[in-house]
């Protein structure tokens, strides 16, 4: 039950528009009903002229006619009897149809609030979360569970809530009206009614588990989408086109499978349903023309008005008969949000966490060691020190844990044992928040967004100035490329700054970092992608960011950390050398080794000498 507490939740800040949108639905019933019942005194007035004013043996006839003689001359002639009981009659369903737009009004508003605030706790929350989680989560499964699963919980919360509570509505009104026309007739109408629950029983466990398996197969596909357009170069450059159709083929040939089966057992009883009702209304006319013909306990008008308002008993009763499948797709996307919801936010400030006061002296990594899943360490035994104002290379193959080294520094994970202090504070008593503000990124896979050049520059700094923005755009040898733009600083940089070369984007990037000013940069192969023009505009930008500020370089190639105050070189998540150029060149070891091989490779081509300085 926890679950329905849950989603119920939603609807509580809500609740008068909620409370506003039942009563509504409550009046459009009893109009609904009303306005059937008006036919007594009509098919008495038009069918036994002079008897329009008489009242039948049952108690609604009663009191109907009562009342509607305050408004209506019915016991005057039988036109005019008829025709105030048809203006009254227009008068009833006028009421009706307002307060049926009412509450179709304010239940579509509901809805789309409650749609709102779902989307933005999610998003929110997602935010929180640490890097594991999107190491571990496939975006497509992310995208659809926003969109997708919230939609299902929207159309059980509102949609399916509401029919439910105007079914009920119309479900209790039909059987008072019955029950007050004839006892008899009711209970015979109820013969049929445990069968259309019965009906639905079996199916309802196979329903959710093929609900369950159809949103996670429109995730799938959801996944292969958003991930092979994202990678369709290598998808063109590969000549894979016919391998990514064939296995999009089998995505949506195993989703259509999941959801035509799924189908076929929701389809199932309607049917059935259909033909109980059918089987009722048949033991209703039968039994009721008995009662008319034979016995004479019912008049002709009060069995006709009777069959109406039956009409009106079997389209709830078989809505609320198949309510437990119809929900099941709304149920199981709730419990596929709610996984989102609940996953742990592990990275967290501590309590008495204070804000980043700034790099004084230095930087360290004590005994560090870290691992993504537990039993497979990635980082051990890491020790080393950054003084404030150097720049520090770590090199080694791919996978040797250089990424994650200055991931730990961001607290984008935790270490696993072991801590990185600056100025001899653990980082993990600083707010994250101004921790990562005193980072500067720059990676080899800029990250643009769909926005303007401006935008993307000013990226996390508010309130950015235009002057700002043009000054880092220049020192990041950006602002001439930005200019012969087609709309300048306002040109929009397509997804992901498709748009723009390597090098401009990496331009840019520097020129946001230049921005937020930070006082440690992080340089992840930042040029390894690049042509040799680019590479020299990119090195003779990030001059500007040097100055003053202490430097992690991330590279492949070392001739671009022949200049670095420290080389650190690993293998396999653990420190192996670590010293100048000239002292590891020296000592013939891992690095000697890894330098030769970028020699021989022709690598040294492109032997770094210290970058020129812009004119």
């Given at each position: 039950m926890s679950l329905y507490f849950r989603i119920a939740s939603y609807i509580k800040p809500y609740w008068l528009v909620f409370g506003v949108a039942v009563?509504?639905?409550?009046?459009?019933?009893?109009f609904d009903i009303f306005s059937i019942a008006l036919f007594i005194p009509f098919?008495?007035?038009?069918?036994?002229?002079?008897?329009?004013?008489?009242?039948?043996?049952?108690?609604?006839?009663?009191?109907?006619?009562?009342?509607?003689?305050?408004?209506?001359?019915?016991?005057?002639?039988?036109?005019v009897a008829v025709r105030g009981i048809i203006l009254?009659?227009?008068?009833?369903?006028?009421?009706?149809?307002?307060?049926?737009?009412?509450?179709?009004?304010?239940?579509?508003?509901?809805?789309?609030?409650?749609?709102?605030?779902?989307?933005?706790?999610?998003?929110?929350?997602?935010?929180?979360?640490?890097?594991?989680?999107?190491?571990?989560?496939?975006?497509?499964?992310?995208?659809?569970?926003?969109?997708?699963?919230?939609?299902?919980?929207?159309?059980?919360?509102?949609?399916?809530?509401?029919?439910?509570?105007?079914?009920?509505?119309?479900?209790?009104?039909?059987?008072?009206?019955?029950v007050a026309l004839s006892w008899k007739l009711t209970v015979a109408a109820f013969l049929v009614l445990p069968g259309m629950f019965l009906v639905w029983g079996p199916l309802l466990k196979r329903l959710r588990r093929g609900d369950r398996s159809v949103l996670n197969q429109a995730a799938e596909v959801n996944s292969h989408i958003q991930e092979t357009f994202s990678g369709i170069r290598l998808v063109k450059s590969s000549s894979a086109e016919e391998h990514e159709r064939t296995r999009f083929r089998d995505l949506t040939g195993r989703y259509f499978r999941t959801f035509v089966r799924t189908e076929r057992l929701r389809a199932l009883a309607p049917p059935f349903s259909e033909m109980l009702a059918a089987l009722g209304t048949a033991i209703l006319l039968y039994y009721g023309t008995r009662l008319v013909l034979f016995e004479?306990?019912?008049?002709?008008?009060?069995?006709?008005?009777?069959?109406?308002?039956?009409?009106k008993l079997y389209s709830p009763v078989k809505y609320l008969s198949k309510l437990p499948t119809v929900i099941q797709p709304g149920l199981?996307?709730?419990?596929?949000?709610?996984?989102?919801?609940?996953?742990?936010?592990?990275?967290?400030?501590?309590?008495?966490?204070?804000?980043?006061?700034?790099?004084?002296?230095?930087?360290?990594?004590?005994?560090?060691?870290f691992e993504y899943r537990e039993g497979r360490p990635v980082l051990s035994d890491i020790d080393f020190t950054v003084p404030r104002g150097s720049v520090v290379a770590l090199v080694?193959?791919?996978?040797?844990?250089?990424?994650?080294?200055?991931?730990?520094?961001?607290?984008?994970?935790?270490?696993?044992?072991?801590?990185?202090?600056?100025?001899?504070?653990?980082?993990?008593?600083?707010?994250?928040?101004?921790?990562?503000?005193?980072?500067?990124?720059v990676s080899q896979e800029t990250v643009l967004f769909h926005d303007t050049v401006r935008n993307n520059i000013a990226y996390g700094v508010e309130n950015a100035s235009e002057d700002a923005v043009v000054r880092a755009a220049r020192m990041a040898n950006a602002h001439d490329f930005v200019m012969e733009l087609p709309d300048g600083y306002d040109t929009l940089v397509g997804e992901?700054?498709?748009?723009?070369?390597?090098?401009?984007?990496?331009?840019?990037?520097?020129?946001?970092a230049i921005l937020r000013d930070p006082p440690i940069l992080i340089f992840d192969e930042a040029t390894s992608a690049l042509d040799t023009e680019s590479e020299r505009l990119v090195q003779q930008a990030t001059q500007h960011l040097l100055e003053g500020r202490t430097v992690f370089v991330i590279a492949h190639r070392l001739s671009t950390v022949q200049q670095a105050d420290q080389i650190v070189v690993m293998a396999e998540g653990r420190i192996v050398e670590r010293g100048t150029h000239q002292t590891l060149m020296a000592e013939s070891g891992v690095y000697r080794r890894l330098h030769d091989l970028q020699f021989l490779a022709g690598d040294e081509a492109n032997a770094l000498a210290p970058p020129e300085s812009p004119e």
């Open positions: 009563a509504a639905m409550f009046l459009y019933a009893f098919l008495r007035a038009l069918f036994n002229p002079g008897a329009a004013a008489q009242t039948g043996d049952s108690r609604v006839d009663e009191v109907l006619t009562t009342f509607l003689s305050w408004f209506v001359d019915l016991s005057g002639a039988p036109e009254f009659m227009l008068v009833t369903f006028a009421l009706k149809n307002v307060f049926g737009f009412l509450s179709q009004y304010l239940v579509a508003w509901l809805d789309q609030s409650l749609s709102r605030d779902l989307r933005r706790q999610v998003y929110n929350h997602l935010l929180s979360l640490d890097l594991s989680f999107f190491g571990r989560t496939r975006m497509g499964q992310i995208v659809s569970r926003l969109t997708h699963d919230i939609e299902q919980l929207r159309q059980l919360v509102t949609r399916e809530l509401a029919k439910a509570i105007s079914s009920t509505f119309e479900f209790i009104g039909s059987v008072a009206l019955m004479g306990s019912l008049s002709s008008e009060i069995f006709i008005v009777f069959i109406a308002g039956s009409t199981v996307g709730a419990e596929r949000v709610m996984e989102f919801l609940d996953a742990p936010v592990e990275i967290r400030n501590r309590e008495d966490a204070i804000p980043f006061p700034g790099l004084e002296r230095e930087i360290r990594y004590e005994d560090v060691h080694g193959a791919s996978g040797a844990g250089k990424t994650t080294m200055v991931d730990l520094l961001g607290r984008f994970y935790d270490v696993t044992q072991g801590r990185i202090t600056i100025d001899g504070m653990d980082i993990r008593a600083f707010e994250i928040r101004t921790l990562r503000q005193a980072l500067g990124i992901r700054g498709t748009d723009l070369s390597g090098g401009q984007r990496q331009r840019l990037a520097i020129a946001r």
